[in-house]
């Protein structure tokens, strides 16, 4: 069974099966994550799906439509789904989906480039968010202050282990 074996703000480290492992983010979590809890893992990379043993288990297939008989005085036919017994271990509350809104940039370089081509937007579009990088270098980088705010904000982020933080 896979298992937690760090926990702390930003990420996590589980042991899969074979022995390897592997960072998962903490902050799309819907459940609190503990050292020693075991957990199933789906998928990899962005796709990655965690959920708690022991969650409901849950069906997800349907099966083609099929029709019944009508009423006596209703026109219309009414139709009647069955559910496939294809089970998966799903729980709401228990499943974490890598968010694609969320972007992990390095902190570094961010400020970097937003201090030297802030009033540009280059930081808005480093991190993905090209509306806003347009925005930027239509009006100064809202005027300056925009740049300002974000490079303060920044500074007082914190980062993971790696030195990236949530844009």
Do not use: Q, W
Not at 133 to 138: D, P
Request: aromatic share 8%; glycine share 8%.
């Amino acid at each position: 069974m896979n298992k937690i074996v760090k926990v702390n703000k930003v990420n996590m480290k589980i042991e899969l099966k074979g022995g390897k492992l592997v960072d998962v983010r903490v902050d799309s979590l819907n459940f609190v994550p503990k050292v020693g809890m075991e957990v199933n893992v789906e998928g990899s990379g962005a796709k990655m799906v965690v959920t708690k043993v022991g969650a409901k288990k849950v069906a997800t297939k349907k099966a083609p439509a099929k029709k019944a008989t009508p009423k006596k005085k209703s026109v219309k036919k009414v139709e009647t789904k069955k559910v496939l017994k294809e089970e998966k271990t799903i729980e709401s509350s228990e499943v974490i989906l890598m968010s694609l809104e969320k972007r992990y940039v390095s902190k570094a370089t961010y400020l970097v480039i937003c201090f030297f081509f802030g009033l540009i937007g280059a930081h808005k579009f480093y991190s993905g968010k090209v509306l806003l990088g347009v925005l930027y270098s239509l009006t100064a980088g809202l005027f300056g202050i925009g740049v300002l705010v974000d490079f303060i904000s920044v500074i007082f982020k914190d980062s993971d282990e790696n030195g990236h933080i949530v844009i």
